[in-house]
Every structure is written in structure tokens, then in C-alpha cells.
């Protein structure tokens, strides 16, 4: 009589080890479909929204509309733009009419309501350049830089904010960006500093090295298409006086700002060539003006033998003839 036949599974359980690696096997294969059908749902694999510009429209409003996009907004930044309304959108990453996956941040930049108020900090003894951070640091500027006579050179002897006196015991308040003014000592004799390279650099960075340098910011133009909103990408690349130059403590330096990467590229060039030729001519003269000085001091060394020896030459002759 001839036996029932048994099938691959029946022969396979008679194998126990090779049965657990069978069911080991398909285990994993089974949680990593569940696991790839899972994050599939999660990530919604496929579905795309095309981000809506929410440039210019009120806040609320454009919240409304994330919603309906499938989408979340969040405040990365403000701004306080007197042209615009309070609330206004000025800025979001990504930018309106970019594909993203539901659910996605867009970051905004709204128009603040009014500008914010913060504490004028009390500088007056600092250095001018620890005086230059504590304004910084606290939101503010320096305005202008006036030097006096005085033996701390560079030294804030006192300090003005919008016509009033900063006392150390005072509490007041202006708007943020705003700038407060510096009298800063002079001794006399050192009345010139050297200008800066300031080309490639952002306007805030400019700003600070020039006043570190005991400099004034003068003029400060923008090219077409430069706004509140991308003045922080804009670049100086043109600066009046050039860099390595010698100025006027206090001087004030002009400046041009551009977006055009192109144009900072040639500009910049230049603008280290001209430093690098004003470097050296400035290290000539001053080699000159030592050597002058050098040189009469030396004569004024020799013209005081000589003296003496003219000195006891008329004493000897006066005695011959006596």
C-alpha cells in the first residue's frame, strides 16, 4: 500500500531548524511591508500642495489660508516697516508657488505693530569699541562719534541718546535700531587712524568695524531692488575713502551696497589692489618721516661737540690775547 504523499510544509516542520529560520524569515518580511505601508501613510507619499503667497496679506488670514493648503505657518521674525500695516506679511520660507508635502512650515516674517522699545545701557568710561558691543548688544547703534579733547583717548566721556544726557542712574528707553551719540577723549597728537577694509562685508559688520576704527559712517546708498526685507544679503562694494588710507579720527566714511555677487567679485578686486598700493605708499612716508627725524637728531648729536669746541676755542683765543 503506498503512503500518502506529505507536502514542502509537512517536510519542512519534520526540520525544526529549518522551519524557525523560515518563520524568522518571513516575520521580518512581513514588518517591513507593514513598516513601508506605514511610513507611506505618515509621510503621504506623493501628495504635494503648492504653497500659497502670503506676501502682503494680514496674519490671520493667511493662517486661514494654510489651513486650507494643508499646510502650518510659523513666525520666524518681525519687522517694524512704518509702510505697512501692523501684522502684514513681509517675508516666508519657502517662497509661494513651491511643491512641499502636506503638513509643511512655511516661516514668516510679519510687520510688527510698532517698533520695540528697549534700555539705553549706560557706556560712558567704557572703551569705544566695549561701548560699541553694549549698544549692540542691546539693539542700538552708535549715531555719531564726536571726539574732545582729552587724555583717555577713546574713551566715552558722555553720552547722548535722541538730545538727552545718559546717566548711569537713568531709565531710558528708545527704539530698537536707533542710534545714541558718543563724545569720545582725544589726546592731542592722536588725531589719525587708518581706514579700514570694509568691501564684501555686510552693513551692520561695516558699521562696527568702521566705528571700532574711530570712524563715522557717512553716506550709505543701495542698489535698485535692495529693500528692508534683503538688506541683510546686500554686501559694500564701494567704500570713500579706500581702505589703508590714513583719516581723521571721527571722519566719515561712505559706503554703496549691492546684491550683485558679480559685480562685489570685481569691485572687491580692485578695491584690495588699491588698499595693498596705499599700504605701501603709506609705509614709504612714514619710512621717510623717520628718516628725516633720524637724521636731525643726529645732526643735533654732532652740533653739540662742535659747539663745545668752538666754545674753548674762544676761550683759548681770549687768553692768548690777554
Given at each position: 500500500?503506498q503512503k500518502?504523499?506529505?507536502?514542502?510544509i509537512?517536510?519542512?516542520r519534520e526540520?525544526?531548524?529549518?522551519?524557525?529560520?523560515?518563520?524568522?524569515v518571513?516575520?521580518i518580511l512581513a514588518?517591513?511591508?507593514?513598516?513601508?505601508l506605514?511610513?507611506?501613510?505618515?509621510t503621504?507619499?506623493g501628495?504635494r500642495r503648492?504653497?500659497?503667497?502670503?506676501s502682503?496679506?494680514p496674519?490671520?488670514e493667511?493662517r486661514?489660508?494654510?489651513r486650507k493648503?494643508?499646510?502650518k505657518?510659523q513666525i520666524?521674525?518681525s519687522?517694524?516697516v512704518p509702510a505697512?500695516?501692523?501684522?502684514i506679511i513681509?517675508?516666508q520660507?519657502p517662497?509661494?508657488?513651491?511643491?512641499?508635502?502636506?503638513?509643511?512650515?512655511?516661516?514668516?516674517?510679519?510687520?510688527s505693530?510698532r517698533q520695540?522699545m528697549?534700555?539705553v545701557?549706560?557706556?560712558?568710561?567704557r572703551?569705544?569699541?566695549?561701548?560699541?558691543n553694549?549698544?549692540?548688544i542691546a539693539?542700538?547703534?552708535?549715531?555719531e562719534i564726536v571726539y574732545?579733547?582729552?587724555?583717555?583717548?577713546?574713551y566715552?566721556l558722555?553720552?547722548?541718546?535722541d538730545g538727552k544726557?545718559?546717566?548711569?542712574?537713568?531709565?531710558?528707553?528708545?527704539?530698537?535700531?536707533?542710534?545714541v551719540?558718543?563724545?569720545?577723549g582725544l589726546?592731542?597728537?592722536?588725531?589719525?587712524?587708518?581706514?579700514?577694509?570694509?568691501v564684501?562685508?555686510?552693513?551692520?559688520?561695516?558699521?562696527g568695524r568702521l566705528?571700532?576704527s574711530g570712524?563715522?559712517?557717512?553716506?550709505i546708498?543701495?542698489d535698485?531692488?535692495i529693500n528692508?526685507?534683503?538688506?541683510?544679503e546686500?554686501?559694500?562694494y564701494?567704500?570713500?575713502?579706500g581702505a589703508?588710507?590714513?583719516a581723521s579720527?571721527?571722519s566719515?566714511i561712505?559706503?554703496r551696497?549691492t546684491?550683485?555677487m558679480?559685480k562685489?567679485?570685481?569691485y572687491r578686486?580692485?578695491?584690495e589692489?588699491?588698499a595693498?598700493?596705499?599700504?605701501?605708499a603709506?609705509?614709504a612716508e612714514?619710512?621717510?618721516?623717520?628718516d628725516?627725524?633720524?637724521?636731525i637728531?643726529?645732526?643735533?648729536t654732532?652740533?653739540?661737540p662742535?659747539?663745545?669746541d668752538r666754545?674753548r676755542?674762544?676761550?683759548?683765543n681770549?687768553?692768548?690775547?690777554?
Open positions: 500500500m500518502p504523499s506529505t507536502s514542502l509537512d517536510r519542512l526540520h525544526k531548524l529549518l522551519w524557525n529560520l523560515l518563520l524568522i518571513v516575520i514588518m517591513a511591508i507593514v513598516a513601508h506605514l511610513m507611506q501613510i505618515g503621504r507619499h501628495a503648492t504653497v500659497p503667497d502670503f502682503g496679506i496674519l490671520d493667511a486661514h489660508l494654510a493648503h494643508d499646510l505657518l520666524n521674525d519687522l517694524f505697512y500695516e501692523g501684522g513681509l517675508d520660507l517662497e509661494g508657488g513651491v511643491e512641499v508635502k502636506p503638513g509643511r512650515t512655511v516661516y514668516i516674517t510679519i510687520n505693530f520695540k528697549v534700555p545701557p549706560y557706556v560712558a568710561g572703551s569705544l569699541r566695549q561701548a560699541k553694549m549698544l549692540e539693539g542700538l547703534e552708535i549715531a574732545r579733547p582729552d587724555i583717555a583717548t577713546n566715552v558722555e553720552e547722548v541718546c544726557p545718559v546717566q548711569q542712574n537713568s531709565r531710558i528707553e528708545a527704539e530698537m535700531g536707533s542710534g551719540t558718543l563724545y569720545v589726546e592731542e597728537g592722536a588725531s589719525s587712524t587708518i581706514v579700514p577694509q570694509v564684501g562685508q555686510p552693513l551692520a559688520q561695516a558699521k566705528w571700532e570712524l563715522n559712517v557717512g553716506r546708498d543701495f535698485e531692488g528692508l526685507l534683503n538688506q541683510k546686500a554686501r559694500v564701494i567704500q570713500i575713502p589703508e588710507h590714513s579720527l571721527g566719515r561712505d559706503l551696497l546684491l550683485d558679480e562685489l567679485g570685481k578686486s580692485e578695491a589692489k588699491l595693498a598700493q596705499a599700504a605701501e603709506r609705509k612714514e619710512q621717510l618721516e623717520a628725516s627725524l633720524a637724521r637728531s643726529l645732526d643735533e654732532l652740533e653739540g662742535r659747539e663745545a666754545t676755542e674762544n676761550d683759548d681770549e687768553g692768548f690775547f690777554d
